[in-house]
């Protein structure tokens, strides 16, 4: 019986570096929940009444501060600070209010797909048909009736896939993906129950040495006894077939990675940021756990007997100006408070600047980015990493668009555009840049069209440079002679 569930190695590798991301970004209460994993016991009393509520009070404490989740989303916003370069044909244009048949628009899927890409380094685009095995006429496809969607999918959801060579091209041989899906009949209008599907996609050879994209999604048997075996869901195999009824000759499935869309796993580029992060939030847990305990003054006397105290201190002992304490001859009184202790604040503090320099500018503002040599690594380390993420989303996505356009029509790929901004290095030129600019314009440096160029990237100039010629002459305000 085949193992449909096998998930390869370097999947289950990652999966903890995934979760680790994935819920740094999520915040601060996905970590906490996190309990043990993130945030360790600080006491060996971990079983009893005592050490359970100590620990408790301790992960209440503690502060989460989500560097990674804003920093993904401050990296995500520059690219989308322009929006996409769109064009596609008539029979793909029609989806992009609804890419994905659950009303997801184009760009807000993109968006998600960018930070999957930049936070974890790899997802897959999937092209689906669902609904018909047959080629849907031209009135099911203008009624929307039957119709192609394109599903994001997240990179623990990808468990397993090959490649092969076909006449000469690299093509996907195999994808398995996990899902999760609706048992049939266990919805009662409110209550339903779920379980876990697998949905493979194989390339198949057919008669004449052509290939087919075959779909079989599979499911657990009811077993009461050991071992594992699985079944086709109702319906399946399907062989995937385009709008004029042929079997589709490849997978519609395209992975997205930082690095590159090929199958294998790019390192996530948000780990060591959401590493230092979770030990930013250990070093706060011993901080405030401290603050707690010797935060404050605690009243010390010497001197004093039992009897004393019996007499005299039965109701307690009252502070304050207004209230006065007898003590015996040769007694004392005073007032206990602990040095500042600010190793674990430290700590905290050098974990801060690390992240910074991983990227995380949105920790708090900056004075200075020191030499403009330092500035220019520090803006091309982080612009490659999300210009080679932006791109790569991009292609995957004019290829996914292209798979998807052969359940409806023929479509040129060529003709389908599709294009994240990339153009966000210089958009937080400051006036003072801008000033420079100018100056070398004005003092014959650079070219008029070279300063546009610049001012262009910095988000300031929007028309082209003819058009921008025109209005400015015919805005200029002619200044009379003294």
């Not at 602990?338 to 700590?347: G, P």
């Given at each position: 019986m085949p193992k449909v569930n096998f998930k390869r190695k370097e999947v289950s590798d990652h999966e903890k570096s995934w979760a680790l991301i994935s819920d740094c970004v999520a915040g601060e209460e996905t970590v906490k929940k996190g309990k043990e994993l993130y945030l360790p016991r600080p006491t060996a009393e971990a079983d009893t009444t005592y050490g359970k509520a100590r620990y408790q009070a301790y992960v209440l404490r503690a502060v989460f501060y989500n560097v990674s989740g804003r920093t993904l989303e401050g990296l995500v916003g520059q690219v989308f600070s322009k929006d996409p370069e769109i064009d596609l044909p008539t029979d793909l244009?029609?989806?992009?209010?609804?890419?994905d048949g659950a009303g997801t628009p184009l760009v807000q899927q993109s968006k998600a797909t960018l930070g999957l890409t930049v936070g974890l380094g790899h997802c897959g685009l999937l092209s689906d048909y669902p609904g018909s095995t047959e080629a849907a006429t031209k009135q099911d496809i203008e009624t929307l009736k039957i119709r192609p969607r394109i599903i994001l999918i997240k990179p623990e959801d990808i468990i397993n896939w090959r490649v092969t060579v076909v006449g000469g091209e690299t093509l996907l041989s195999l994808v398995v993906l996990e899902e999760e899906a609706i048992i049939e009949d266990s919805d009662d209008g409110f209550e339903f129950k779920t379980e876990t599907r697998w949905r493979e996609i194989r390339l198949v050879e057919v008669e004449g040495g052509n290939f087919a994209a075959v779909v079989t999604v599979w499911r657990?048997?009811?077993?009461?006894?050991?071992?594992?075996?699985?079944?086709?869901?109702?319906g399946f195999p399907v062989v995937l077939q385009d709008h004029r009824g042929q079997p589709l000759d490849r997978i519609p499935f395209e992975f997205v990675g930082s690095t590159n869309n090929e199958p294998h796993i790019d390192k996530a580029p948000l780990l060591d940021l959401a590493t230092l992060n979770v030990a930013h939030y250990r070093n706060s847990a011993d901080y405030e756990e401290g603050v707690f305990i010797t935060g404050q003054d605690q009243l010390v006397m010497t001197g004093l007997s039992q009897e004393w105290m019996d007499k005299n201190f039965k109701d307690g002992v009252k502070l304050g100006s207004r209230s006065a304490i007898a003590l015996p001859k040769d007694a004392n009184a005073f007032l206990l408070h602990?040095?500042?202790?600010?190793?674990?604040?430290?700590?905290?503090k050098h974990k801060e600047d690390q992240m910074k320099s991983l990227g995380a500018k949105l920790i708090e503002p900056t004075s200075s980015k020191g030499t403009a040599t330092e500035a220019l690594i520090e803006e091309s380390s982080e612009s490659s990493t999300l210009a080679s993420a932006a791109k790569n989303v991009s292609?995957?996505?004019r290829k996914a668009l292209w798979n998807a356009s052969r359940f409806v029509a023929d479509v040129n790929p060529e003709d389908i555009v599709f294009e994240l901004n990339c153009d966000f290095a210089a958009s937080?030129?400051?006036p003072e840049d801008r000033q420079q600019t100018v100056a070398e314009w004005q003092g014959g440096l650079i070219t008029y069209e070279e300063a546009r160029t610049q001012l262009r990237k910095a988000g300031i100039a929007t028309e082209e440079d003819e058009a921008a010629k025109t209005k400015a002459a015919d805005t200029i305000i002619p200044v009379e002679p003294m």
């Open positions: 244009e029609r989806y992009i209010p609804d890419i657990k048997k009811d077993k009461t006894t050991g071992g594992e075996e699985f079944e086709p869901v109702q602990a040095d500042a202790n600010s190793i674990a604040a430290e700590a905290m292609v995957a996505y937080m030129a400051s």
